[in-house]
């Protein structure tokens, strides 16, 4: 192992670190350092550099960071010993001879991938002998032409024990063929009989990133079940870690700055006819943490691709579960859904490509779909279930490990609980069935007249208010916990408290993991942060810490200022109303129920915390 360290520290002096990066993607050289577009991820401005004397990469992005080796191994897709081999024959270096065990182990696995080489190709032979012309007129049929058979390399498995016999005259034995899923033994008692593992089926090689097939997917050709099959787990295969087709779909994923996921490998082959080269698929399982990182990879926000039936749906929604968990700045899921229940290749033989590459365009985020897991055909009738329905969505957002996604999740779902579930939700109803009179006196409704939005905005904080509890939440931090979500029910009356209150919640939910912070603390992070002019703007902050005010005192004030806003906001309301009903040639029964439920809105405020009417 020191031999091999040492070998690698001669690789890194003898090898430019610019000219093997420079080698996948175009460096442009900016002072002492290379910058270029990471080709890691997606992106549009450079944030990846390259530093020839320090002999390392980093990006800015995504933080990617590492020497040559390590830049060959995930580049590429190459192993560690295959990536050192590669540098060396670079650098004209001849590797150093390993101790047995290694050597044992690095040569067993070259073996493996040239077993599964060989099968590769009795496979796509056997797709043209006559036994397997049902086979080959199968893959004609889905429209897949010799160009498509020769890219993706498919082939027939005979319903014979041929691949084991060719295998054998090779020298391959019956262990090995086993190991790699390529036989079986029969399950019968007292038999021991080895037989192919595949047979009777059109054939789908696997490959890994280097592009060394690895494992087989298998479609039966009769009515016999499991219709697709997959190898089973290998020393060389786990297919929980691998996207079928990534191995031709990374190139063209960077060029497109997007991957497509679909549900199979038999939609990959589809699309790449129709043109759409950068898509992948899952192995027979839902998509997984360690495939959605491959597919990040590639490009910051994968497009996952499912058929518009019961399925897909499902489909799609366990992958917001595998995703939240690891969702990062920047990185996400989005997704389409096809018409008709149709899959990629119906989709595409029924409307073409262009009608594709346009729904490619009208994509769901995630965060719409976490929404509509939660909310669609799920009854929200009364509070108790529209509690239910809040209660699911904030543990889901729970389990988002970044604090600075979470924190916008949790932010962007009050939101829709409240214009979807709360007070918005019936004034938009209203909305969109009421008969009231505009402002130039034409009517909406059944006479056909203007239509008039209602849309009630947030209640809006005046800005003495926000700089009171800005300031209470300065002096005890604990407030900040207690008021936060209640705060994103206002509007902020300037974008620089909005923007303090975000930060003083980061700053927060941070220090509460860490074991809470004092008030002086928090003021100091947040000048870190860039706060300072805003907290000198907070005159109120300085009377408490004059005033020494106790917490019950602050937290009283707090609720009582709000209420009264909230009043303030159904006082105007009231009167626009009555002042719309009053001037109306006739009013319908919803005019009169909203009208009613601002009026009890109202009392039910005022006695909450006996306001002085």
Not at 434 to 453: M, P
Request: charged letters at 30%; hydrophobic letters at 40%; aromatic letters at 10%.
């Amino acid at each position: 192992m020191a031999d091999l360290q040492k070998f690698i520290e001669e690789l890194r002096a003898k090898v430019s670190i610019v000219d093997v990066v420079g080698a996948k993607v175009k460096l442009i050289r900016k002072g002492r350092e290379y910058q270029a577009c990471c080709p890691f991820h997606n992106e549009k401005t450079p944030s990846f550099t390259v530093n020839e004397a320090k002999g390392f990469y980093h990006c800015f992005g995504c933080g990617a960071h590492g020497d040559i080796v390590k830049f060959e191994m995930e580049a590429n897709g190459l192993p560690f010993l295959e990536a050192i081999k590669k540098l060396a024959d670079k650098a004209g270096l001849e590797m150093p001879k390993l101790s047995h065990e290694k050597s044992a182990q690095a040569e067993e696995r070259k073996n493996l991938y040239e077993i599964m080489e060989m099968a590769v190709q009795y496979f796509e032979r056997c797709l043209r002998l006559p036994e397997g012309r049902h086979g080959l007129e199968y893959f004609y049929h889905r429209g897949f032409d010799d160009a498509i058979l020769s890219k993706f390399r498919l082939g027939y498995a005979p319903a014979n024990n041929g691949l084991k016999a060719w295998l054998a005259s090779k020298g391959v034995s019956e262990h090995e063929m086993m190991e790699l899923g390529l036989a079986a033994m029969s399950s019968r008692e007292g038999s021991n009989r080895v037989f192919d593992f595949f047979r009777d089926r059109v054939i789908i090689p696997i490959f890994d990133k280097a592009n060394r097939p690895i494992a087989f997917g298998g479609r039966v050709m009769n009515d016999g079940q499991p219709k697709y099959l997959n190898s089973p787990e290998t020393p060389i295969f786990n297919k929980r870690h691998v996207l079928y087709n990534l191995n031709n779909a990374r190139e063209k994923g960077y060029e497109a700055k997007n991957i497509i996921v679909c549900e199979g490998y038999m939609d990959v082959i589809a699309l790449s006819k129709y043109g759409f080269e950068y898509a992948v698929a899952p192995l027979g399982t839902a998509l997984t943490e360690d495939q959605i990182a491959e597919a990040w990879k590639v490009c910051n926000e994968p497009t996952l691709c499912f058929d518009g039936d019961g399925a897909g749906i499902k489909a799609a929604i366990r992958s917001v579960d595998r995703a939240l968990p690891i969702l990062k700045p920047g990185y996400s899921l989005k997704y389409v859904f096809l018409p008709d229940k149709q899959d990629p290749d119906e989709f595409l033989k029924d409307k073409g490509h262009d009608a594709f590459a346009e729904y490619l365009q009208n994509t769901m985020p995630l965060v719409d779909l976490l929404w509509k897991k939660n909310t669609e055909n799920v009854p929200a009738a009364t509070p108790e279930q529209k509690a239910l329905i809040e209660k699911n969505i904030f543990e889901e957002v729970a389990k988002i490990a970044d604090e600075q996604v979470k924190g916008y999740y949790r932010q962007a779902m009050k939101e829709r609980v409240y214009n979807e579930l709360g007070r918005g939700a019936w004034q938009q109803s209203y909305a969109k069935n009421k008969n009231f009179t505009s402002r130039n006196g034409k009517r909406n409704g059944l006479d056909g007249g203007v239509k008039v939005e209602v849309v009630r905005p947030k209640t809006s904080l005046d800005e003495l208010v926000v700089k009171f509890i800005l300031s209470a939440m300065l002096y005890y931090p604990e407030l900040v916990g207690e008021y936060e979500e209640k705060m994103s029910m206002f509007a902020m009356p300037a974008p620089e408290w909005q923007k303090l209150f975000e930060a003083m919640t980061a700053v927060y939910v941070d220090a509460e993991e860490e074991g809470g912070l004092t008030s002086d603390d928090f003021c100091e992070k947040l000048k870190q942060q860039g706060m300072a002019k805003n907290l000198a703007a907070l005159w109120e902050l300085k009377m408490f810490r004059l005033q020494k005010p106790l917490l019950n005192v602050l937290r009283q004030e707090i609720e009582t200022k709000m209420l009264e806003v909230q009043v303030r906001q159904l006082d105007g309301e009231i009167k626009e109303c009555l002042n719309k009903l009053s001037n109306a040639e006739s009013f319908s029964e919803d005019d009169y129920n909203y009208y009613q439920n601002l009026k009890k809105e109202r009392q039910a405020l005022i006695e909450s915390q006996n306001i002085q009417d």
